[in-house]
């Protein structure tokens, strides 16, 4: 869903109060410095009824929208989900040469490893601290590449730190301070605070999509994975 969307719903929502009209939508999204046309207003909110993200009802004979259950389910805020247990100290290698006639399931595998949390130690060779190889074993199975993989269990490697790096550690930390320094200077509570709070939430969960969620033993000192997280929780509870 496109941002205009997103953020009219999210003023359905939170902000309206009952008291409707096309021309205070505008106004309030000229306020924020959200880029948008008011003639295209009322086609958004007929597309958002068609698509059964919101409905109208009768207040004070005035229609005035409301969300729907897909219409809230539409803007909650959905962190990737990546918690693998307790880490056992032991690291799972995956080591693959496919031919260039197989360049399609390649290209699937580098994809599933990325997404459920390896990292690439070569262009060959993936990495992941979770017991994770099953999975890895069963898409190998499914795309009949079994005699191009090799799938280890590492009881040790020296320098686990500087391993953790393949993930780019140093990079995702820099993000998650730069939200932390962001949220320091939003001011809060404001009518119009839901949608400033929403564009947060989003830009955090991006973030957090993108950190591994390594074990602590594995992590810089000064990892602000946490604070973050702290910082995304207030805000989300904060209207």
């Known amino acids: 869903m496109n941002s205009i969307r997103h ?9 309206q109060n009952g008291r409707f009209s096309y021309k205070k ?25 068609k698509e059964g993200f919101i409905s109208f009802k009768l207040h004070y004979r005035k ?9 809230k389910l539409e803007i909650k805020t959905h962190l990737a989900f990546k918690k693998y247990g307790s880490w056992d100290k032991k690291w799972r290698v995956v080591i693959f040469d496919l031919p260039e006639r197989e360049r399609k399931y390649r290209l699937l595998l580098v994809d599933k490893l ?5 990292a690439p130690l070569s262009r060959g060779a993936y990495i992941s601290p979770f017991s994770l190889l099953s999975v890895v074993q069963k898409m190998a199975n499914y795309c009949g590449i079994n005699q191009h993989l090799s799938l280890l269990t590492v009881e040790k490697i020296n320098n686990d730190k500087n391993v953790a790096e393949c993930w780019n550690l140093k990079e995702i930390n820099t993000k998650y301070t730069n939200f932390i320094k962001m949220t320091a200077r939003i001011q809060r509570h404001a009518r119009l605070w839901p949608i400033q709070a929403k564009e947060l939430e989003q830009a955090f969960a991006e ?24 910082a995304f929780k207030e805000i989300s509870n904060s209207y």
Not at 7 to 15: K, P
Not at 63 to 71: D, E, N, Q, R
Request: glycine share 4%; proline share 8%.
């Open 207 to 230: 973030i957090f999509a993108l950190d591994p969620h390594l074990p602590k033993e594995l992590l810089p000192k000064d990892w602000q994975g946490q604070a973050a997280y702290n």
């Open 63 to 71: 229609p005035c929208p409301i969300l729907t259950t897909k219409g």
């Open 25 to 49: 939508v505008s106004a309030d999204f000229l306020t924020l410095k959200i880029p948008h046309e008011d003639s295209t207003l009322r086609k958004e909110f007929s597309l958002l009824k």
């Open 114 to 118: 990325t997404e459920i949390g390896f």
């Open 7 to 15: 953020n009219l719903l999210t003023y359905i929502n939170f902000i």
